[in-house]
């Protein structure tokens, strides 16, 4: 990213590697929608010859004197969040948070990101995870960001057995999110999207139901086939400031909403007071950052290991080499119908 | 009340007792700013000849033949909700919304509320209370609704150990939720008010500070006085549907909101964007009614008994007989200066 | 059951229906380990002349004039644990000590059983799930007791995504604990058992691995399967008091326990002081009934009927008629190998 | 600490300060009951020529170049626990056994505790808290361990508003559990204990009934006083593995023990079958070393700042300079009857 608006390839000095540090080399990298977001929204604000990129698997060319886990030559899953560990946030519970809002998050916002022939590693003990034998670099490249994020959106709503869940939104987020409450112990799962190689995979994953909005109102879907009763617990992971009110309106009392959406535009959430129960219906309203870190990449990658997730089946569109970036970005760009994720593989 | 803008006394039929039901008359009644509410302002849509009124103590005139712990000349404590103990929603643990968001609400709803000769109370075994020697009827029938509530606001906001809160209103309602936060392991409690008395009750209840919104914007109070970090914790008992956007900006990511106040107009509760981290700030948003039944009635009144919380501090006028409910109900329209809490004791 | 010892066939009076009841007579039913328990190790005492038996399916042939959701006629579910709903204890979320310790499992307890022409069912609109079209006898009745009890040894172990889990007993509740297990995101599942059939069953149900405590004690099997580092969560769904000593030593600290076993024998669990860090390790001890209830039985019928879980895959025999009873409950005292679960069909 | 049995004064080199650590020297030491343990009976296993003590105030002598929040001179608190807080455990929200069970504990344990000129403080921003003005070196000494550990115990029973709670225990950190308890919104505490001085402090820190252990068993006094119904919850700070035994049975279904008492000796926990309920009485059993870090120390510092607690009137016992160490020590061995906690201020 050279500017809002402008990419192109560009020079820098790789980062220096501090004590906890480790520098790494891409082995697989991934381009987010929320890429996309920062270089043609400006989401972040003005960034100038900032790298891209926060999805990666790597190997280790260098490690800090007080790294004990790792050593070069290791590959690595690197998180999209990786927190600074003793901090205030970290210790209350909340590492993506640590040094401020959103501030674990790094790569491609405050940093330099990892589509580069060298990226920098904050805290390696505390961020990296061996990549073992026998995961492949398609499954696991989804370690970083699509599967964290996605399964976060079910913890956020804290399904219970049997709950019906509401899933707002499957693009790769949005999928996995729909195989994480399946995987949580949800009843009907309501998918609501509109692609059909979208709508595919969410059945796969563990959607009961498709609710395409290109046919109609999704809260009146959704109530249709609930007898008016609306669900237990809805994920947003799509949609904008608005589809809270949908989120609401579809939601029983005592029902959790949990958004993973990045929501770009808009001064207010809608939260509509008397579906809200004037204030009292307890709906809760939670919405938050992947958690990074180490042991939640393993947590996750234990998933793959034991055949419960397969997140690979996300990709559809797969590039060789560092060269091979710009294009699965431009594909990101611009979503033709067949693509749910791309991938580069640089090794 | 005979419809909305109207009150006056009605002659109505005492309402039939069931076999798990109760029929009380009052010792004590309080009338509530929900009250206002119903008649003035049309809150619950159109009622006629509704009894009002939900906060009373009283003396069983008649049990049904299934109820086990109560019988004729008990003198009992009244919860404002009143549930439905096997409904689904009340298996769930939102037993408030038995038969739907918010219809635990039944006094002065969906049917006759306290303020009469006698009033019925259906499943007397799962909500009344017996009211034990030794506890005044003032502190009593505050259990009704105001301890209640108020406490739910710090429940919903899941105060911890040191935590530091907002607490938003200081009615009776708020300021027994500034005892709450107190009792709950709160540090600093700024409560934002502006009349004396309960600025002052405010401090003896454990507020650490006062806000004043008359001096002053809120937001900018309180983070002035945080260094600019904001609080951990808000509970909102007063205020509108804007009063979301203050709270939202003034609390920490990783932060809860408890509201329990009524939100009677708007279409939407008002979310600021960015301010909620642009959905991903962890800033929990939950708000809902008080839970009713015997067990929460008696685990306040163990507070009353051991001296922790004095709620009838909340009272600052007394009458006396049926025939004061009209003045203390206009009492509460009014709101003169002097005015926390009135109490109507009939004997 | 005649007495301890003793069973055989009683002619009794159908017990009365009162205003909140229901009088079913039973379309299936299943013999359980604690009908076995309490006529042949007099594990609740000295009973006479109760009929046994709490899990059922049945068909309603009265109700109270209080039901509001059931006529006769309707096909039900029944769960074994059926609480008085307005009770403290199910206030507390903790219905099914309804009245005192375990007191919310009457049937067969303080009650007749289900194994009668006609059985009497207390609070019918809370205890009472309707049966749909298209589930069959065989995945219904297991709702009554094998599931929700199995369910709940994952609830009370709080197991997270990606946490490896040991199952400790795979008799039929052990194999739905790993069934939970694994649908609510488990990693690595180690059942403990010896039986080949319910090894290959638990294997379907989503263990990843086998322990086999005929094949050398399962502490060090564990722990060499781990490489010493144990595991997050047990659930112990067999053994004895003993059986505490290894569920602790194998749990990491911040791990949990849950127990659904009945322990029927010793004085005193077995928690060894040195591995729970000297009262200091954060390892969890839960245990508990299951919770009854019909918003739990739909929540679990929710799951069968979206195909998550397969309950009927336990059954490995089948009687008809009311007849067939005594012949399937000698077979559970009996437990020849090729058994999981009978059921006796009756109409 | 020479050797097991055997205390005196050594000559040790000053620990290297690494890059995240700070060295600092005394200004306010407390000897605790674990340091009697780990010398007169060996709790840890041998150690020699160990320096003791885990409770200080300090003044910074030495940082390491990553320390953001601290430089030399200032004064902080040291909490007793100082976890990795990158490492697998602190991710997982058990930070106190960051490396290992219980391994968050390093002073006077893994390494030279504080009871020196000098000593090392690994993780300085992680574990340090600075020392306001206007809080005295003898309520912040009390943070390192008696108010976190004290405070573990009340969070470890999860105290709802209004639970009836046992504290078992009351020298100095069953003190601090009371205090917790009842700013967590506890009704009825009983305390149980014996020695004149903690009666007092425990009636002024919020307990409403003293229970004395000489005057009677303590299960039956509790049963007489709660008749027959037992408490909701118990903290247990003092005793040994048999304690438990009466813990449980004085519990009713659906509560929850908290302990904080280092069991030094015994080999099993008892607990009561029967009266577990077989397995299945829903009263869970917690144990927890107290979490560290300074996060933990601010918020329990905002309690002292708010005058919600007073842990200085713990302290019956003052001694003035290192000198002053060996003499407090030998008071903690002999617990004269007029010992709460001794202090020794070193500036």
């Known amino acids: 990213m050279k500017k809002i608006g402008s990419v192109g390839w560009i020079e820098k000095?790789?980062?220096?590697?501090?004590?906890?540090?480790?520098?790494?080399?891409?082995?697989?990298?991934?381009?987010?929608?929320?890429d996309i977001h920062?270089?043609?929204?400006?989401?972040?604000?003005?960034?100038?010859?900032?790298?891209?990129?926060?999805?990666?698997?790597?190997?280790?060319?260098?490690?800090?004197?007080?790294?004990?886990?790792?050593?070069?030559?290791?590959?690595?899953?690197?998180?999209?969040?990786?927190?600074?560990w003793n901090s205030e946030e970290a210790q209350s519970g909340y590492a993506m948070h640590s040094g401020g809002m959103l501030s674990g998050w790094k790569f491609s916002n405050f940093k330099d990101g990892v589509f580069a022939?060298?990226?920098?590693?904050?805290?390696?003990?505390?961020?990296?995870?061996?990549?073992?034998?026998?995961?492949?670099?398609?499954?696991?490249?989804?370690?970083?960001?699509?599967?964290?994020?996605?399964?976060h959106g079910a913890e956020l709503a804290e399904i219970?057995?049997?709950?019906?869940?509401?899933?707002?939104?499957?693009?790769?987020?949005?999928?996995?999110?729909?195989?994480?409450?399946?995987?949580?112990?949800?009843?009907?799962?309501?998918?609501v999207g509109s692609r059909e190689i979208c709508c595919n995979l969410a059945r796969d994953f563990g959607a009961t139901q498709i609710i395409n909005y290109k046919k109609g109102d999704i809260l009146s879907q959704i109530m249709d086939l609930t007898d008016g009763k609306g669900v237990d617990r809805v994920v947003i992971a799509g949609g904008d400031c608005d589809t809270f009110d949908a989120a609401v309106k579809m939601l029983r009392p005592g029902g959790k909403i949990g958004n993973v959406n990045y929501l770009g535009?808009?001064?207010?959430?809608?939260?509509?007071?008397?579906?809200?129960?004037?204030?009292?219906?307890?709906?809760?309203?939670?919405?938050?950052?992947?958690?990074?870190?180490?042991?939640?990449?393993?947590?996750?990658?234990?998933?793959?290991?034991?055949?419960?997730?397969?997140?690979?089946?996300?990709?559809?569109?797969?590039?060789?080499g560092l060269s091979g970036v710009e294009e699965a970005l431009m594909l990101m760009k611009d979503k033709p119908k067949d693509l749910i994720k791309p991938i580069v593989i640089i090794d």
Not at 45 to 62: C, D, F, P, S, T
Not at 72 to 78: F, L, N, Y
Not at 163 to 177: D, K, Q
């Open 160 to 191: 219970e057995f049997g709950n019906s869940v509401a899933v707002i939104g499957i693009g790769p987020v949005g999928l996995m999110s729909v195989a994480a409450c399946s995987l949580r112990g949800a009843g009907e799962i309501f998918a």
């Open 265 to 320: 535009d808009g001064d207010y959430i809608k939260i509509p007071r008397e579906a809200w129960g004037c204030g009292m219906g307890h709906k809760q309203i939670n919405g938050g950052l992947m958690p990074g870190g180490s042991l939640r990449s393993q947590r996750l990658l234990n998933l793959i290991q034991t055949n419960r997730i397969h997140p690979e089946r996300l990709i559809t569109h797969r590039f060789k």
């Open 13 to 34: 000095e790789v980062a220096a590697c501090g004590p906890s540090d480790a520098i790494c080399r891409p082995l697989a990298i991934a381009p987010c929608t929320s």
């Open 117 to 151: 022939e060298f990226f920098h590693v904050n805290d390696a003990d505390g961020n990296l995870t061996h990549l073992p034998e026998g995961v492949s670099l398609e499954a696991a490249c989804m370690l970083s960001d699509m599967v964290p994020t996605g399964f």
């Open 38 to 84: 920062t270089v043609w929204s400006g989401a972040l604000g003005e960034r100038e010859n900032m790298v891209l990129g926060h999805e990666a698997v790597g190997e280790i060319v260098e490690v800090g004197s007080l790294v004990k886990n790792f050593k070069v030559g290791d590959k690595v899953i690197i998180t999209a969040i990786t927190p600074d």
